[in-house]
């Protein structure tokens, strides 16, 4: 084990960001300094892995919403909403995992702690967050309270969450009565708009949470009284046990139940057969100078089975005895013996107005013959560790901001870290197990066996896994994962890796090759963006000949297998012309795509043939990669450049019809019927966008390093001259760049030569990028819009033969139809991932057009920008969202911003599901800070397009090393090995160049 002296007064095992701080502590200069500290990251991390792992056994993977989940659903017809509500949460013990409000708990969700409240006024106990079911709101499930993730470590030694508590009643009722009053026309109604938190009557409660060591917590809990009015509340932070003990669980002893028992005043003895002995200890409160001590209450984490069933319970104390004892006033509802499965230190809290208490605890794991300790919560101990850790994080933190973002912008993009990172939580789900049911539980009903993921039996989850959002998605889904990886790998490159493929293992990935989409319909389809994500991860997480080529070959195999699984289940023609459903966009067409088509037929998708461009895009260049260190992969890479240009051909019709519109200039959907009549679905939105993401620039240095893919290529252009007009190469003229279709290059011999791939052509482009950079069509103040503005006046419409007409309309906030649930909307609003995906195949076409293209931005505007400058400028438009505007007020709060700005938190960002485009207020989940996390990358891209002299950037060089090595007049390789010693060469070499981010 790893020791060292912090410098604070601490001593014990260095974290991931302590090793970063002092690596880089005597360099000179802030970009030097940072340069040392990544360069370390990138050279010490794996060998760190190990001790790493230790240090992540705990983190904040407890669930916001385990209740209305699939897993816990044994229903005949699958109605997880109605089948566990919020109102028995409280007296039910779960089965797949535990929630609570602010909380930690280690990666196999056993042993939980979490915050609970009381304000006296409550018909429950504070334990959990609330929100509305999918049936209930009137946009679908929605939390309705206010929390916020303020700062975390990758590593968890250092977090922060904030949590506002109401003084007044809380309006169970008033919220959902008003939500379902309410239609599919109006907005919802939130916490905000209920008055809880007027006259500033509530609570600011922040939970801090700080390692000494691997296994040793510390917890601060400062609860400030915001009203000008002295109030009183009751504090329970709760231990407790998750039941894994009553259902006859495989592995799991039923005679051994762990336990919590007190061993002195506000000290606790945690003991489990597997985990092994911890000590709980409940330090003295201080509120005006006063220290109050705790009174620890147990009870046990079961269910109250007499309340809910009129049966026998399996214990005297069940799991809502300390909602009982204190909200309902029942004095003999938790263990006079002072032991049980679930422990609270109790405090009585009179703050006066403007004043704070603060409470501190901690979880320390027993070595040896240690012995118990009040100590261990001494104020100076507790709070030297929270200071020191704090000092890291705040070091760690100043490494990976770049130079030139000013500090509001600073503050967004560490909110956004911190949202990622509190948004892990561990996952467990043994779909085999739960359609079969447990020994010791009720034999699930014959629906529940043959309904839901059925086909899915393999899948064997109980991972830590990072999730859209832990309230209204506590659930992975496929697509979401592979963008969270995207601003993960720049802070913890093994956990990003680690993710990807998680979900390419036998635990998740069918044996017939295809990737789960989410726990409501494993089987549904998501975009295919895994490859991409893998791509991306593989170049940023270490430097040219550090990078892990064992993570790009597992990936690759597996991905192998998702890749034939589209190409044999998505062709229904067999004409490289896809389908795939709802494909992530759920409400974006005039019929529900997933669903069986009123008309008959079917569609051959425009996003989903571009998706499969874009996957077999980042497969080839995967395979170019692997190729360069064994020649195996040539005859692979061939093969998906095949597959790309086979279906660039089938989208641009160059063989017979494709998806383009000449007359429109735009890509759009066919609606194939069964009597073989065509119509193409003529919507401008999002899908016919997608086809720009299908962007490759083939490097001739590489080419010619392999001389198989080099003979294919020569080959196609020989034998298919139609082909010239779907590539393009650039050469190097007088220093200036040239493109010329590729049947008229010069000679093999120009190295300084590169190719491009994509589904538009130029003049395709061209035209695209014109709706696109349309302030009437696309473009928004707040970002790009996911269907043109033109459907606000004139919505399309689309009928039947019978008669039956279907429209689409601009809706540019929550949806106004129940597609898919109702609780997202594709028809106008501005989303993170695909606008990320814009920004990043526009800087992919400037490096191949550089300033040979440059387009009107906006359109019509006059002002001519290159592409990589528009993609700039659609970044702009997004930070815009979080960063104060010139009155002071984050438009992402929308009708509450004013609020935020008068006190409510002019500091807090909320990172939601979607954006509207016009105004920039948050639609959707709130905490969606999974993909919408994606900030903190555009906020890096943003301050490195400020900065003119990029190399000694070694950020942009991990980006940007494929990039150098065609932007440079360098002589053909002339083998594989020579390549390989040129491309790392060119990391080091002071090289002035000017180039877009993001590869």
């Not at 962007?695 to 010239?724: F, H, S, T």
Request: hydrophobic share 35%; with cysteine.
């Amino acid at each position: 084990m790893v020791t060292s002296s912090n410098g604070g007064g601490l001593t014990g095992s260095v974290t991931f960001e302590n090793l970063v701080h002092h690596g880089a502590e005597g360099a000179e200069g802030g970009r030097h300094r940072r340069s040392t500290s990544r360069r370390l990251l990138a050279e010490d991390l794996e060998t760190e892995r190990m001790r790493m792992d230790q240090w992540r056994m705990w983190g904040p993977y407890l669930s916001e919403r385990q209740w209305g989940t699939v897993r816990e659903d044994y229903s005949d017809g699958g109605d997880a909403w109605n089948s566990f509500p919020f109102e028995v949460s409280h007296k039910r013990a779960y089965r797949w995992g535990e929630d609570g409000l602010l909380g930690i708990t280690d990666d196999k969700c056993r042993l939980c702690f979490a915050l609970a409240m009381w304000n006296g006024k409550d018909s429950v106990l504070k334990e959990r967050l609330y929100g509305l079911t999918g049936p209930q709101g009137n946009h679908g499930e929605d939390v309705k309270e206010l929390y916020y993730y303020l700062d975390s470590t990758p590593t968890h030694s250092y977090m922060k969450g904030l949590y506002k508590y109401t003084q007044k009643e809380f309006p169970y009722q008033y919220l959902k009565d008003e939500n379902q009053r309410r239609g599919k026309l109006d907005p919802e109604f939130e916490i905000t708009d209920s008055g809880a938190f007027d006259e500033g009557k509530y609570w600011d409660v922040y939970a801090e949470y700080a390692k000494e060591s691997e296994e040793d917590w510390v917890v601060r809990i400062t609860i400030k009284n915001v009203s000008n009015d002295a109030s009183r509340i009751h504090m329970l932070p709760t231990l407790w046990f998750r039941n894994t003990w009553r259902f006859g669980i495989q592995g799991e002893p039923e005679d051994d139940i762990p336990q919590i028992r007190q061993v002195g005043h506000g000290l606790a003895s945690v003991s489990h057969y597997d985990m092994g002995c911890y000590t709980f200890a409940a330090g003295e409160a201080e509120v005006a100078g006063e220290k109050i001590s705790p009174d620890l209450w147990f009870t046990d984490n079961e269910t109250n089975a007499q309340n809910l069933y009129n049966s026998s319970n399996a214990s005297d104390f069940v799991k809502d005895g300390f909602n009982r004892r204190l909200v309902k006033g029942e004095d003999k509802r938790t263990n006079p013996e002072n032991r049980g499965t679930k422990c609270a230190a109790y405090y009585y809290l009179e703050v006066p107005g403007q004043g704070e208490a603060t409470i501190l605890l901690r979880l320390k794991k027993n070595t040896g013959d240690t012995n118990h300790d009040e100590g261990i919560v001494d104020p100076s101990s507790v709070n030297q560790i929270l200071s020191t850790r704090k000092e890291e994080a705040d070091h760690f933190y100043q490494w990976y901001t770049p130079d030139g973002l000013t500090r509001d912008e600073q503050l967004v993009q560490r909110q956004a870290y911190a949202g990622l990172l509190w948004s892990k939580q561990t996952y467990i789900y043994d779909v085999s197990a739960w359609l079969e049911g447990d020994p010791r539980g009720f034999p699930p009903p014959q629906g529940h066996k043959e309904g839901r993921n059925h086909e899915w039996s393999h899948m064997k989850c109980h991972h830590v896994l990072s999730m859209p959002d832990k309230w209204e998605y506590p659930w992975f889904a496929a697509w979401d994962s592979a963008f969270h990886m995207i601003p993960f790998v720049n802070i913890d490159p093994v956990f990003a890796k680690e993710q990807l493929l998680l979900f390419l293992s036998a635990a998740y990935m069918h044996p017939n090759g295809q990737i789960p989409a989410y726990e409501w319909n494993f089987g549904d389809v998501n975009p295919p963006v895994h490859a991409w994500a893998c791509w991306r991860v593989y170049k940023q997480s270490a430097p040219i000949g550090k990078r892990d080529i064992g993570f790009l070959k597992r990936c690759f195999h597996k991905l192998l297998l998702n890749f034939s699984w589209w190409i044999n289940r998505k062709d229904a023609d067999d004409n490289n012309l896809f389908g795939g459903g709802f494909l992530g966009l759920d409400n974006i067409g005039v019929f529900d795509r997933s669903s069986k088509l009123p008309t008959g037929g079917f569609l051959e998708q425009a996003d989903g043939t571009s998706w499969m461009a874009f996957f077999a895009s980042q497969m080839l260049e995967m395979a170019l990669e692997l190729a360069l260190h064994d020649d195996v992969y040539e005859d692979i890479a061939i093969k998906f450049f095949d597959h790309l240009i086979a279906i660039v051909e089938a989208m641009n019709g160059c063989c017979e019809r494709g998806l383009w519109d000449e007359d429109d200039g735009f890509y759009y959907d066919h609606l194939k019927l069964d009597s073989g009549e065509v119509i193409p679905m003529k919507i401008k939105s999002l899908v016919g966008l997608v086809p720009l993401f299908a962007v490759l620039c083939l490097e001739n240095n590489i080419i010619e390093a392999l001389p198989g893919v080099k003979q294919k290529l020569i080959d196609k252009l020989k034998n298919r001259p139609e082909l010239a007009a779907l590539m393009s190469f650039m050469e190097a003229d007088g220093g200036k760049s040239c493109i010329k279709p590729a049947d008229q290059g010069n000679s093999d011999e120009d190295a300084a030569r590169h190719y491009l791939i994509s589904i538009p052509s130029r003049e395709r482009l061209e035209r695209i990028l014109a709706r696109l950079l349309d302030e009437n069509q696309f473009l928004a103040p707040y970002g790009i819009r996911s269907l043109s503005l033109e459907y606000e006046r004139h919505p399309f419409v689309f009928h039947e033969k019978s008669g039956s007409e279907h429209r689409v309309g601009y809706v540019p906030g929550d949806s106004d139809s129940f597609m898919f649930g109702g609780n997202s909307n594709w028809r106008g609003p501005v989303w993170f991932p695909t606008t990320f995906l814009i920004m990043v195949a526009l800087e992919r076409y400037h490096y191949f057009y550089r300033d040979n293209l440059k387009v009107e931005c906006p359109t019509g505007s006059g002002n001519k920008m290159n592409l990589r400058q528009v993609s700039h400028e659609i970044g702009r438009r997004l930070t815009r969202l979080f960063l104060k505007n010139g009155e002071g007020l984050r438009p992402c709060h929308g009708a509450a911003k004013e609020r935020y700005a008068g006190g409510l938190g002019p500091e807090l960002c909320l990172f939601y599901e979607y954006f509207h485009p016009e105004t920039g207020a948050g639609v959707g989940a709130a905490h969606q800070t999974g993909w919408t996390g994606l900030i903190a990358r555009v906020l890096d891209k943003i301050a490195k397009f400020d900065v003119e002299d990029h190399h000694d950037d070694p950020e942009f060089a991990l980006e940007s090393v494929r990039l150098i090595l065609s932007s440079l007049p360098l002589p053909a390789f002339s083998d594989r090995e020579q390549a390989k010693r040129e491309r790392n060469v060119l990391v080091v070499s002071p090289i002035n160049f000017h180039s877009p981010l993001g590869g």
